[in-house]
């Protein structure tokens, strides 16, 4: 177990946070207890939650408004898929996911993992969870701990939800709610790519809890903002009226200013810090590497020390907070 030594206190600190994405997803298939619990281990300051509903409205942790490529419902409901072939969590039950068997993520053909480097894709020792199933596993482990981990929520496609007749954020809240989460001053951010979403959390729930702006590439259609307009100035003023802070893509905090150039720092950081916001950008992998850098501490190095960021989000909280431990 990491001896980190934060507490409730850190966010008052200058240590930027360790955002574990999916829990330890570059260790154990992503939104697992395992996951999560290995994460909490490894020191991660917030462990990130990607929400869906299922068919009897049930908010359950994954990343997929699909079961394709993390679990095994090809072999166990055949002819269940939609249409398009695909099989959408939202036309089963709990029950019915619970019988599913979670494994490392496959790449598009659905039988090569993406990461190969990473836990075996034939395990079967894995299940779906639960949001209620993975709060009481942080909580309960922060009793046990003295640690107190918190909770980085993503509303996961509420437009889409709602074309389905569901209303992913109600059920959400009233989780979270229930879980004691309340007040800005909760270990807890609830995210979204949808800023209407966001905006409806402010206005019409009237939450105190905070909230972050997730922003991707227009092409990625992850919901009807226009993130490109987001990332001006303009833009990050208007988010600046409904959450705390942005979690944007890494290639969104480094760029180029030709095919040739070397990779320099574009100005959203700084320009999210001059109005108040925090900055937590994704993915940090190890594996993985994007294009601007050679190494992951090259990739840490940038996004800490130069960038300044707030947090990152990470499939390897243990090897982050490692480097901040050294390098604070």
């Given at each position: 177990m990491w001896n980190?030594?934060?507490?409730?206190?850190?966010?008052?600190?200058?240590?930027?946070l360790v955002l574990a994405h999916r829990g330890?997803?570059?260790?154990?298939?992503e939104h697992t207890l395992a996951a999560v619990a290995l994460a909490h281990g490894q020191g991660a300051d917030f462990i990130?939650?990607?929400?869906?509903?299922?068919?009897?409205?049930?908010?359950?942790?994954?990343h997929d408004l699909t079961l394709d490529a993390t679990t095994n419902v090809h072999d166990l409901f055949p002819g269940r898929n939609r249409k398009n072939g695909k099989y959408y969590a939202i036309d089963?039950?709990?029950?019915?996911?619970?019988?599913?068997?979670?494994?490392?993520?496959?790449?598009?053909?659905?039988?090569?993992?993406?990461?190969?480097l990473r836990f075996p894709r034939k395990s079967v020792l894995f299940k779906i969870i639960s949001l209620q199933e993975e709060i009481e596993l942080i909580q309960g482990m922060n009793k046990s701990t003295g640690r107190n981990v918190g909770l980085f929520v993503e509303l996961k496609a509420p437009e889409w939800h709602r074309q389905q007749g569901k209303d992913l954020t109600a059920v959400v809240m009233k989780i979270l709610e229930r879980f004691g989460y309340k007040t800005v001053e909760d270990r807890i951010y609830v995210q979204s790519f949808s800023a209407k979403e966001l905006k409806r959390?402010?206005?019409?729930?009237?939450?105190?809890?905070?909230?972050?702006?997730?922003?991707?590439?227009?092409?990625?259609?992850?919901?009807?903002?226009?993130?490109?307009?987001?990332?001006t100035v303009e833009g990050l003023a208007e988010i600046a009226t409904y959450a705390e802070g942005i979690g944007p893509?890494?290639?969104?905090?480094?760029?180029?200013?030709g095919f040739f150039a070397d990779p320099e720092l574009t100005s959203l950081v700084s320009d999210a810090h001059s109005l108040g916001m925090k900055v937590f950008p994704y993915t940090i992998r190890a594996d993985a590497l994007p294009g601007f850098s050679s190494s992951f501490a090259e990739l840490l190095e940038i996004m800490f020390m130069q960038a300044k960021v707030d947090g990152v989000f990470t499939d390897f909280p243990d090897q982050v907070r490692a480097f901040l431990q050294h390098r604070y």
């Amino acid at each position: 177990m990491w001896n980190t030594g934060i507490s409730g206190q850190e966010l008052k600190t200058n240590i930027p946070l360790v955002l574990a994405h999916r829990g330890a997803s570059g260790y154990l298939p992503e939104h697992t207890l395992a996951a999560v619990a290995l994460a909490h281990g490894q020191g991660a300051d917030f462990i990130e939650q990607d929400v869906i509903l299922s068919s009897d409205n049930q908010p359950v942790v994954l990343h997929d408004l699909t079961l394709d490529a993390t679990t095994n419902v090809h072999d166990l409901f055949p002819g269940r898929n939609r249409k398009n072939g695909k099989y959408y969590a939202i036309d089963f039950t709990l029950a019915e996911l619970k019988k599913l068997s979670v494994h490392e993520r496959s790449k598009s053909s659905g039988s090569i993992a993406k990461y190969p480097l990473r836990f075996p894709r034939k395990s079967v020792l894995f299940k779906i969870i639960s949001l209620q199933e993975e709060i009481e596993l942080i909580q309960g482990m922060n009793k046990s701990t003295g640690r107190n981990v918190g909770l980085f929520v993503e509303l996961k496609a509420p437009e889409w939800h709602r074309q389905q007749g569901k209303d992913l954020t109600a059920v959400v809240m009233k989780i979270l709610e229930r879980f004691g989460y309340k007040t800005v001053e909760d270990r807890i951010y609830v995210q979204s790519f949808s800023a209407k979403e966001l905006k409806r959390l402010r206005l019409e729930f009237q939450t105190k809890l905070k909230l972050v702006q997730l922003i991707g590439e227009n092409r990625w259609r992850l919901s009807e903002a226009d993130f490109k307009q987001l990332r001006t100035v303009e833009g990050l003023a208007e988010i600046a009226t409904y959450a705390e802070g942005i979690g944007p893509w890494i290639e969104h905090i480094v760029g180029t200013d030709g095919f040739f150039a070397d990779p320099e720092l574009t100005s959203l950081v700084s320009d999210a810090h001059s109005l108040g916001m925090k900055v937590f950008p994704y993915t940090i992998r190890a594996d993985a590497l994007p294009g601007f850098s050679s190494s992951f501490a090259e990739l840490l190095e940038i996004m800490f020390m130069q960038a300044k960021v707030d947090g990152v989000f990470t499939d390897f909280p243990d090897q982050v907070r490692a480097f901040l431990q050294h390098r604070y």
